[in-house]
């Protein structure tokens, strides 16, 4: 275990932060030998972080010692301590300040004196130290509270000093005790309440705070009922509860259970003693190891008659779970054989006079129960011990029929018991005819599983063929990590395209797309966001102008001249398009594409046809059928069907911008029609079947 824990770690780096003891040292480089050694050596680090930001020198004379003349003898102590200690800071941290003071302070001025002398060793055994953009105009500000007496005042007022003064609180925990139980709070930065809280004035603070617990119960209502559904529901998987118990149950667990499971769903709570334990279907333990030496043993003579008994309720307890009550039968030639076949019956009788019905039934009727002991057959367990059960037992360190085996530096479970089929054909066998089964069962599998990858390898092979090349379109920016990861898989000899292609606009139908721009229609004509409406109408043009690029048109823009903002609006366009031209010259040529037009009006040119697009079908479906991405789910006669809403579905394309009234004339012409087509098909289809 030892040389395995070894080779977790390369190395060992051993750092003290205080001075080590010589004979702590030399343990240290025994134990740890050259091989494994990196680094041994001391750093003072004399200061304790308390926030990310915030360090303490962990020094309450300190503040006496720099003011209070009665300790004047303990000052210049104090401060090269104090010194030491921001020094080290600023080495842990890699700065090299430029340091300033106060000088209204004579000590101040010493102070900041012994400060940059600490400084200045620790940057002659690191050059490096305080090298880097960010650390290069880091400043040491040697203060006193006289610059700023307000600031600790106004501390006092904050959410953190509070909790500080009221809390007894240890190595920034707080132990609470609520209802009897023990709770600890966190009160640092690893609480994000804290963190948010800690410098807020303390009435701010509780706003915040009453306002998040409302957030929070609501939440946890909103949650709750949601748990409340789901428990209804899983309520009606079942219609009652039975409860049994195998031991004597505690009063205290018992009057629980009647509190949580009501009368409703409650039908029986009763005791029954089950002693025994299942190994096999057909194979039980009465787990009493003992059993067989006070059976025997004479030394044990005064533990038999209690082993009997105990013994004897557990064969009575099985023979009542399994419902039958046998006939008891005894190997004569031991009179413990009798005496015990005579207290199992008596256990029996009082089930029996519990249980009138048990041993009912044509296959329990005949059931009989024989207490015998080795001496009848003496081969039968040297024979069992040379099956492949016995030896897996032995070998095999499992647990609760559980082999753990490592192979390969993976873990595997293994099933010893009846639920692993294998284990069940093979447990009775004898070894010898059982590794044979295995091997055959082995050369099957191995077959078997050659035919399945020759398959696999077929299929893929046909799948590869499916597609001649690989067109690769990224409709945006796509990251260089990403690029170059799927140059790598798609290898050159299909990869056709990949390129960068500018798509902010949505195909709503064949010939209608849409902006997807909500908002731009109160940029472009509400006042009160004329501050939002160039950056708007910049936005639109944009999209406007990728969808002529992707249609490959160069259109003549033309406006609605009563409106300035259309003429401005339509020359961003214009700028957008020619751009586009210039990177793609040729855009627009062609017969169908030449003469294209882009009109930029407003619904000051028709009133009425925004009115009657009311009336259409299109219209009707969509303000009336909760569809989700053009697809609408309906229930009939129990059963769920989608319906399509877009121009994949023919009878949509031909219906939806018909008025309403001739499309249901349209409609129920269609389905006259489908009718007596199904009835003609119909009777066709009996003619040809007789």
């Not at 290898?491 to 606009?505: D, E, L, P």
Request: aromatic letters at 10%; hydrophobic letters at 35%.
């Amino acid at each position: 275990k030892r040389k395995e824990r070894r080779t977790q770690y390369k190395a060992a780096h051993v750092y003290f932060t205080k001075a080590c003891l010589k004979e702590l040292s030399k343990e240290l480089y025994k134990h740890i030998s050259g091989k494994y050694k990196r680094t041994m050596k001391h750093i003072n680090i004399a200061f304790i972080p308390c926030e990310s930001q915030v360090f303490s020198l962990d020094f309450p004379d300190g503040f006496q010692c720099y003011y209070n003349q009665n300790k004047i003898s303990q000052r210049a102590a104090a401060m090269e301590r104090m010194a030491e200690q921001i020094a080290t800071l600023c080495a842990t941290l890699g700065v090299y300040p430029a340091v300033r003071y106060r000088a209204d302070n004579e000590r101040n001025i010493e102070f900041a004196q012994i400060i940059q002398h600490k400084l200045n060793r620790y940057k002659a055994d690191d050059p490096t130290m305080g090298d880097g953009p960010e650390k290069s105009h880091s400043q040491l500000l040697v203060i006193d509270r006289g610059v700023d007496g307000v600031s600790p005042l106004l501390h006092e007022l904050t959410f953190q000093a509070m909790a500080y003064d009221l809390l007894p609180s240890e190595n920034d925990v707080y132990n609470c005790l609520k209802s009897g139980v023990e709770k600890n709070v966190l009160v640092n930065e690893n609480d994000d309440h804290w963190k948010e809280l800690r410098h807020q004035i303390i009435a701010v603070a509780f706003q915040n705070i009453s306002k998040n617990w409302k957030t929070y119960v609501n939440n946890l209502k909103k949650s709750l009922t949601a748990g409340d559904k789901k428990r209804k529901e899983r309520r009606t998987q079942y219609k009652a509860a039975h409860v049994y118990f195998t031991k004597a149950c505690l009063k205290e667990l018992s009057k629980e259970l009647y509190k949580h499971i009501s009368g409703k769903y409650k039908r029986t709570m009763k005791h029954i003693n089950i002693a025994f334990i299942p190994c096999e279907s057909q194979v039980f333990s009465l787990d009493f190891p003992d059993g067989f030496q006070c059976y025997y043993n004479q030394n044990k003579i005064s533990q038999r008659a209690a082993a009997m008994e105990r013994m004897a309720e557990q064969i009575a307890t099985l023979c009542a779970t399994l419902g039958v009550y046998p006939a008891v039968r005894y190997r004569a030639d031991n009179e413990r054989n009798i005496e015990f076949a005579q207290i199992i019956q008596h256990k029996l009788n009082r089930y029996k006079a519990d249980d009138p019905t048990m041993g009912d039934g044509p296959e329990k009727s005949h059931s009989q129960l024989l207490v015998i002991d080795r001496g009848v057959d003496g081969v039968s367990p040297l024979l069992h011990e040379l099956t492949f059960q016995a030896m897996a037992y032995d070998l095999l360190p499992s647990e609760n029929d559980v082999y753990n085996c490592l192979k390969s530096g993976v873990e595997k479970n293994v099933l010893v018991n009846e639920n692993d089929d294998h284990w069940k054909e093979l447990r009775h066998q004898i070894i010898a005819v059982a590794f044979q089964n295995i091997s055959k069962n082995w050369k099957t599998y191995v077959n078997n599983l050659k035919k399945s990858l020759t398959a696999g390898d077929k299929k893929r092979k046909e799948r590869r063929t499916q597609y001649k090349a690989a067109h690769v379109y990224f409709t945006k920016a796509c990251l260089k990590e990403l690029s170059k990861e799927l140059y790598k898989h798609i290898s050159g000899k299909y990869k056709r395209t990949m390129k960068h292609i500018n798509i902010a606009f949505i195909p709503c139908e064949s010939q209608v797309f849409s902006l997807d721009f909500p908002d731009g229609f109160q940029c472009y004509y509400n006042q009160n966001k004329i501050s939002q409406r160039a950056a708007a109408m910049e936005r639109m043009a944009e999209q406007i102008a990728t969808l002529c690029a992707t249609l490959g048109v160069y259109p003549a823009v033309r406006y609605r001249a009563d409106n300035e903002r259309n003429i401005e609006f339509a020359q961003i366009i214009q700028h957008k398009l020619n751009r586009y031209k210039a990177d793609d010259p040729t855009m627009g040529d062609g017969p169908e594409k030449s003469h294209s037009q882009l009109l930029v009006i407003d619904r000051g040119v028709d009133g009425v046809s925004p009115l009657l697009h009311e009336l259409t079908f299109q219209a009707m479906a969509y303000d009336l059928l909760p569809s989700e991405n053009d697809v609408y789910n309906c229930l009939k006669s129990g059963v769920e069907k989608n319906v399509l809403v877009n121009e994949n579905d023919d009878h949509w394309k031909e219906l939806r911008h018909q008025i309403i009234a001739v499309a249901f004339q349209n409609i129920s012409k269609n389905w006259k029609t489908y009718v007596n087509n199904l009835k003609k098909s119909l009777t066709a289809g009996d003619k040809s079947s007789i």
